[in-house]
């Protein structure tokens, strides 16, 4: 569903690269304007992210804590590393068509940590450009997985961001391969964090990979409707769209690991530092994930 | 350096109009000229209008021979539904090469330039970045005419920059304006029954209140401030919160595929929608605000505001709509009241339009000097009361100097001596210590000793 180090130029980058005409009138990079973010206007229900309290309020109340509670019977540990302020990078796995795991995620911050915080988690620009999500996703929190996004985010607002390195690459991935992570991009989600000065927070999903199995791809039907994906499921497509969100009662587990904590702000411009961190984050998450799923009794039952 | 010899173009356009005006105001400046090739569209005080177009040969005569410090250009066109494409492409692209060459050359007067550019810069593509800030540039080649416009414009204007390094350039773009004056794509969309929107799609939109537009346009005038500034009000919108905002149902008319099609059919149908403010109604725009802001700049309203202010214009505007008759410049009235010797201010308070600055200056000054000999004669009358202040009296000649407020004070300024300015200045700082007052005295004295001085060879 989602990656940050798909789109190839971070800020910085940009910055020196397609300005050099404008070089006097170019801008100081690090230029701090922290303190001259928009305030809180307290009469509207929307954010400038485009976020509305009252869509995500009542699907929060609705559908998510349906499935979080009864339908996926959400086990959490580790909670405590999330920080309770300032930004922070969690990563994740990432599975399953129409994925379940970001919302979880995301309630899980909501119900069991000590200072509930909203999640933002990014999605591919795709979503953007297709009707109906363009409208929707927004307003629950997701936005485009664009690295001055995520840098604004982190830095500039202290926010929580959710990123799933693998991208399109782990929800397309069959049955058969269930958590086995794939690639983990180009590192840029290693970049984003050190260049915001943030933690990042490696975070297991186990659950998802059953209450969504994928067993095909189906190319045809893909360019027929234009989307990024279309999977075979138990029950889609032949049960029509409303087949993409009937998941399998699997039990859900959560796993939010130690915070990797940067100290040299300076960092992300040492490329080896950030594929060799981006390699340990998946590392960690994988070797969690087979120690949870070996220890795991049953898929339905946990 | 502040602006005291200021040209604008596009005189006769809805901004320059507006900008003049509000410079017109400010005693710091000595010289407004306005060109354009067609006549201003509002009544203007002291502003002299010149009729000509964009030929370089001949605006380069008008920047020397008025000593003009500061060229602001406020003629681009950002909204293509306005006019043809090919007369867009002439003024924005050939028209501000002709502007940028007469203002460029090394024995060129001419210090700052300000270009009004649009956040139309930066297009709309499904995967922008959700705030653009001004380092970033356009991420995808330009899909319409007036973007491509815009662009050339810009980067005509970077390399004036890079060749004369002498000059402050400032570009502002603008995110849309909104306001009960201003006509653009957008007004005439949200004065339809509903907002139309493209099916399943929720655009981000950022807009900008008109007054604003005018305030940042005279802000970077009066400071130096070089490079590139978005000027976009505070709060990110979203279109349905718009037409909440309104009061208005939002009508997804167009469909998801096949936009344009359906675009264009509206267009028959009278509802202009620009390819421009298409891309708009799909991908949103938002911007980041905060350079202009750490700059000192102040917005009077943020994005919301801006829509209440002009959803209830437009609930009040069909009573109004009566009365006045629209402004229609008189070329041989103008002259007469700026020129002729037989034309009396009808009050020294005021500006007045038959008067030079000078004048004015001087007819204040005998003023205040009899009414401040008949302050001093009043106060040994009553006897000295206030001895337990610094400075005994009031120094001449702002009479009744302490009912003033800053705003009133800082108007009179321009028309006193070297020693009357002092002596205020000393007199401010014992006693009420205004910062406005005390910078605006600072910034008399500065200009008087630049223009006692003999002109730099």
Redesign the interface.
């Known amino acids: 569903m989602a990656e940050s180090a798909r ?1 190839p130029l971070s ?1 910085r980058e ?2 020196s690269s ?2 050099g ?7 100081l ?1 690090d ?1 701090d ?1 922290r ?5 809180v ?1 307290p ?2 229900t ?1 954010t ?3 976020r509305s309290e009252r869509v995500e309020g009542l699907m929060d109340r609705t559908l998510v804590e349906f499935l979080y509670r009864y339908w996926f019977r959400a086990e959490v540990e580790g909670i405590d590393n999330v920080p309770s302020a300032g930004g922070a990078l969690l990563v994740s796995n990432h599975s399953g068509a129409l994925p379940p795991d970001a919302t979880m995620i995301g309630k899980a911050i909501r119900e069991e940590h000590r200072r509930p915080r909203p999640l933002n988690i990014t999605v591919e ?2 979503f ?8 929707l996703l ?2 629950i929190g997701c ?2 997985a ?1 690295p ?2 995520v840098h ?1 985010l982190l830095y500039d607002e202290d926010q929580l961001v959710l990123v799933f390195p693998e991208g399109r690459k782990g929800t397309e991935k069959l049955y058969k391969d269930r958590y086995r992570l794939r690639r983990f991009g180009r590192g840029g989600f290693v970049e984003a964090a050190m260049r915001a000065r943030v933690p990042i927070v490696p975070v297991c999903v186990v659950g998802a990979e059953e209450a969504a199995p994928v067993f095909a791809q189906l190319g045809l039907l893909r360019r027929l409707t234009g989307l990024l994906y279309v999977p075979l499921t138990p029950t889609f497509p032949h049960l029509g769209p409303l087949g993409m969100l009937s998941y399998l009662p699997a039990k859900f587990k959560l796993r939010f690991l130690e915070p990797i904590v940067f100290d040299d702000p300076e960092a992300h411009s040492d490329k080896s530092l950030v594929q060799s961190t981006a390699h340990e984050v998946r590392a960690r998450i994988q070797e969690n994930l087979f120690e949870m799923v070996s220890k795991r009794e049953s898929v339905w039952l946990g | 350096m502040p602006s005291r010899r200021i040209l604008i173009t596009g005189l006769s356009t809805y901004w320059g109009g507006r900008l003049a005006k509000a410079l017109e105001s400010d005693p710091r400046v000595e010289v407004i000229v306005g060109v354009d090739n067609e006549e201003p569209s509002v009544e203007l005080e002291r502003t002299e209008y010149v009729k000509v177009g964009t030929q370089h040969a001949l605006l380069r005569r008008v920047v020397q021979a008025a000593e003009i410090d500061t060229v602001v250009d406020t003629r681009l066109v950002i909204d293509s539904a306005t006019t043809s494409s090919r007369k867009a492409h002439e003024n924005n692209v050939i028209g501000t090469m002709n502007i940028l060459a007469a203002c460029s050359g090394a024995d060129s007067c001419v210090r700052k330039l300000v270009f009004k550019s649009s956040t139309h810069f930066y297009g709309s593509e ?6 653009f ?5 356009r991420p995808h080649p330009p899909r319409t005419p007036i973007e491509r416009d815009i662009l050339e414009a810009e ?1 005509a ?3 004036f ?2 060749t004369s ?1 002498r000059a402050t ?1 400032t ?1 502002l773009r603008f995110a849309n304006v909104l306001g009960p004056d201003v006509r653009t794509s957008h007004t005439g969309m949200f004065s339809l029954p509903a907002v139309p929107m ?5 655009p ?1 939109y950022q807009f900008v209140h008109e007054d604003d537009v005018v305030h940042a346009l005279e802000h970077v005038t009066q400071h130096a401030l ?3 500034f978005n000027v976009a009000a ?5 279109l349905s ?1 718009v037409a909440g905002l309104l009061g208005k149902p939002y009508a997804p008319v167009l469909p ?1 595929w096949g936009t344009e099609l359906a675009a264009s059919a509206l267009r028959r149908l009278g509802l202009a929608i620009p390819p421009e403010m298409l891309a708009q109604l ?2 949103g725009r ?1 911007v ?4 202009l ?2 700059a000192g700049f102040v917005y009077g309203r ?1 994005s ?1 505001e801006t829509v209440i202010a002009l959803g209830e214009h437009m609930r009040l505007h069909p009573l109004l709509r009566s009365g006045a008759e629209p402004y229609r410049y008189e070329r041989e009235v103008e002259e007469f009241l700026r020129r002729s010797p037989n034309v009396r201010s009808a009050g020294v308070e005021e500006m007045a339009a038959g008067l030079s600055l000078e004048q004015v200056g001087e007819l204040r000054r005998l003023l205040a000097a009899y009414d401040s000999a008949r302050a001093v004669d009043d106060e040994h009358r009553d006897g000295a009361v206030e001895t337990a202040e610094p400075l005994e009296e009031p120094p001449a000649p702002v009479q009744r100097y302490d009912a003033l407020t800053a705003a009133e004070v800082i108007p009179l300024l321009g028309s006193l001596e070297r020693d009357d300015l002092l002596a205020l200045r000393e007199y401010e700082a014992g006693r009420r210590d205004r910062r406005t007052v005390l910078a605006a005295i600072d910034g008399a004295l500065a200009r008087r000793d630049a223009s006692e001085r003999p002109p730099a060879a």
């Open positions: 789109t800020p940009r910055r397609n300005q005409a404008q070089s006097r009138l170019a801008v990079a230029e304007l303190d001259h973010l928009s305030a206007e009469a509207r929307l400038d992210w485009g620009h795709f953007k450009g297709y009707p109906g999500f363009s409208t927004p307003k936005v485009a664009h001055a996004n604004r | 499904q995967d922008d970045p959700a705030f800030d001004e380092t970033m540039g980067s204007v970077a390399e920059t890079d390094p350039v570009i493209i099916l399943g799609f929720d981000r070089p490079g590139v505070d709060g990110v919108l979203a919160e998801p799909r991908f938002g980041d605000n905060r350079r802001k750490a943020t919301r």
